[in-house]
């Protein structure tokens, strides 16, 4: 599984890379989650289809962070495109407006 993500987290890494922020990690879980990686590198679609096959094959769960709900939709057809085997979700915390009044 492959999930698209647009939230605040692309830009508190940024932050934390510029050194406005700092960054911490902890191991909530016990011990019983396998290890994970992050890498920080330019976008190149080679890197990211070969990062995303290779976790997909082994079982595991790729997150890919955008910066952008508005924009979000070309980066789902431009990794579908990519990795077509993939089965994508995306998900962000902008609600459509009709969708808040009730």
Do not use: C, W
């Amino acid at each position: 599984m492959l999930t698209l993500t647009a939230t605040p987290i692309p830009r508190t890494l940024h932050m934390s890379m510029m050194g406005v922020r700092d960054l911490r990690s902890s191991d909530a879980s016990g011990g019983s989650a396998r290890d994970s990686a992050t890498f920080v590198s330019k976008f190149d679609g080679g890197t990211i289809k070969e990062a995303i096959e290779r976790e997909l094959a082994r079982g595991g769960q790729v997150f890919f962070l955008h910066n952008r709900i508005e924009t979000i939709s070309g980066v789902l057809d431009y990794l579908t495109k990519l990795v077509p085997q993939a089965k994508i979700a995306v998900a962000h915390g902008q609600m459509p407006e009709e969708s808040s009044k009730k």
